[in-house]
C-alpha cells in the first residue's frame, strides 16, 4: 500500500532539515576557513602577543564546508529513495541511519581538533587583549580624535597624502617632522610627521560662521608610527569641531572630507 500524504509531508520536512544542516555546515566551514585570517591581523596588531598558527583552521572549514554539500547530496539521494519506498508500500526503516551516525560522528572529530587548535593557539593573548579592550583609547566622541590604523610605514602614508592633497587642489601649508626635529635635539621617537594643510574656498565661510574654528584651522592629520612599528593616522573629528565651534550643518562637507583623505591614505 503507498504512503499517505502524512508521510510523503514528513518525507518533505526531513529533507529540508537535512538541507538546513547543510547550510549550517557550510556557513561555520566558512568562518572557521577565515579564522586564520583573523589570527594573522591579531599578530599584526598585537606583536608583544604571538598567537601560533597552524593552518588547521583553514582545512577545518573546508571540511565542514564538504560535509555540508555531502549532507545536501545525500539527503536529496535518500529523500528520493524514500519516495520510491512510498510508492511501492515499503518499509522505510529497513535501513540504518548510516547519514546521522556518519555526521554525527565527524562532528564530535572536527569539534574534539578544533578545541585542541584553540587550546594551544595561545589562549592567555586572547585573554590578555580581550582585558586590553576594556580600557580602550578615547572615542572622538569624547576627545574629538579619530584615530585608524594605516597599512603603509610613515613616510610612505606621507606621500601618499600628499599626493591625494595635490590632487585635490588642497594646499599643504608645511609637513611637521616631530621625530627629525626630536633626533636633532639628541632625542629619540618613533617616526611622527603631522601634515597641515586646507582650501580657503572651503575654510573661510568656516570661519566667517564661528571665528573660534581658526584655532583648529587649518586641518591637520598626524601619522605617527608606535612602539611596535604600526602606523596610525589621526585627525580631529569634523563632527566633533561641529559642536566645538557651532559650525551649522550645511557648512559640515567642508571639513568632513578629512575623513576621506585619511581613509585613502590608509589603504
Known sequence: MQGSATDYLAAERTVLAWIRTGIALMGLGFVLARFGLFLQEFNHLQPDFQVKQYGISLWIGIALILMGVSVCLLSTIRHLR?????????????????????????LV????????????????????ASMKEENPMPTSAENGIVRIPGNHPVDHTV???????????VKLFVVVDHSGEAASAGLKMPNTKL???????????????????????????????????KTWISYNSPVYLQA????????????????????????
Open 244 to 267: 566645538r565651534h557651532g559650525l551649522p550643518a550645511d557648512l559640515l562637507p567642508n571639513i568632513a572630507v578629512i575623513e576621506a583623505q585619511a581613509a585613502k591614505a590608509a589603504e
Open 109 to 128: 572529530i572536527l569539534g574534539l581538533v578544533m578545541a585542541g587548535y584553540l587550546i594551544f593557539a595561545n589562549p592567555k593573548a586572547l585573554v590578555h
Open 195 to 229: 601634515l597641515i594643510f586646507g582650501n580657503p574656498k572651503a575654510g573661510t565661510p568656516l570661519m566667517l560662521a564661528s571665528p573660534s574654528v581658526a584655532l583648529d584651522f587649518p586641518l591637520k592629520i598626524l601619522v605617527a608610527e608606535d612602539a611596535a612599528g
Open 159 to 169: 606621500a601618499k597624502l600628499q599626493g591625494i592633497l595635490q590632487a585635490k587642489g
Open 82 to 106: 524514500m519516495l520510491r519506498q512510498l510508492e511501492a508500500g515499503e518499509s522505510l526503516y529497513l535501513h540504518r541511519p548510516r547519514l546521522v551516525i556518519g555526521v554525527a560522528a565527524a
